[in-house]
């Protein structure tokens, strides 16, 4: 199971459209939204919910299907052509090299010895030496017009002030690289539309050995403000909260929502399947070769030994969620 965050542009698909809608828009692969955010602010996502612009979006979809449901949200969006980069390091260098042979990019290094490397190395891609801090430097360089610009140096204040700083003097799409947490907190409701956190990654794992129950694994959602939690279902119909009932019969709290059911997968075969929200990468997960991706639906019944993936908007109803799927003790 995948998990993408979009943000929705002004004049996109998305924008106006009801939840129960977005089938039209993503005809190849099934999906659900399974949460959203608006100014900071949760929404429990219903089939009548209106995406609004600015909204940051978050879909579920199984592996096989996420590079299709990716083609249709990419589809949506304006096409990227240009491409400015901040810092030439290990990232920033790749980044172009990955890019240079299909867009054009430029990529500002502020090392005069590492440009002169990263110049030799590259052969497409426009090299440039300076400040990207340096606002005359992003004018010359028509930043305006760039469709995308990936502050990726090793300081999070310069990655933070020149991705601000592209966005507002036009910028379409500005990404940023931060490694401190509570950076990426400040940043997350301001013009930036996506911010990386490389930490982020390994959280889930970590998480996951401090839950209640049997909890596959946990990934935080916008920095640690919410949380996604895949629990194993054990038990039956007696001595389970959920075994045998329908998704829309299963008591959770107001916040928490099922998006997926994993069955058939082998009980050692606990893996990671999310990624970390709208900085826009997954980190995928093939089930085993005879299990069986569920996107939830109101009539899906939960059966023993599935592997839920349940979103919180709110981690102070984690505790509730775990209690919900633990199993009665009269229970061998």
Not at 60 to 74: G, Q
Request: hydrophobic share 45%; proline share 3%.
């Amino acid at each position: 199971v995948s998990l993408v965050a979009v943000r929705a542009f002004h004049g996109g698909p998305l924008v106006g459209g009801a939840l129960q809608e977005l089938r039209q828009y993503v005809p190849d692969g099934e999906t659900r939204v399974a949460a959203i955010f608006r100014k900071d602010r949760p929404i429990i996502p219903e089939g009548d919910t209106v995406i609004e612009a600015e909204d940051e979006v978050f879909f579920l979809a199984a592996a096989k299907d996420i590079r299709s449901v990716m083609r249709e949200m990419r589809r949506m969006d304006k096409p990227v052509e240009r491409v400015m980069i901040a810092g030439g390091g290990n990232i920033g260098k790749r980044l172009a090299k990955a890019l240079e042979k299909d867009y054009q990019v430029k990529i500002i290094e502020y090392d005069k010895r590492a440009s002169e490397r990263l110049a030799a190395d590259l052969h497409h891609a426009l090299v440039l030496h300076g400040d990207a801090t340096d606002e005359d430097l992003l004018e010359s360089e028509n930043v305006a017009e760039m469709d995308m610009f990936c502050a990726l140096t090793n300081d999070d204040e310069n990655n933070i002030m020149s991705a601000l700083l592209a966005k507002r003097m036009g910028a379409r799409k500005v990404i940023a690289l931060i490694n401190r947490s509570a950076y990426v907190d400040l940043v997350q409701s301001g013009s930036i539309d996506i911010a990386i956190s490389p930490a982020q990654v390994t959280i889930g794992s970590l998480l996951a050995h401090v839950r209640r129950g049997d909890v596959a694994a946990v990934h935080s959602l916008r920095r640690g403000a919410a949380e996604a939690l895949e629990l194993v279902v054990h038990g039956d119909a007696g001595s389970s909260n959920v075994v045998g009932r329908k998704v829309a019969d299963i008591r959770l709290p107001k916040g928490a929502t099922i998006g997926a059911i994993v069955r058939g997968l082998p009980a050692a075969e606990s893996r990671d399947w999310g990624s970390d929200e709208e900085k826009k990468k997954t980190k995928d997960a093939a089930p085993g070769r005879d299990a069986q991706v569920l996107i939830a639906h109101h009539d899906t019944v939960i059966e023993a030994e599935d592997h839920v993936v349940v979103f919180v908007i709110n981690k102070k109803l984690i505790h509730q969620v775990e209690k919900l799927f633990q199993v009665g003790v009269g229970f061998l």
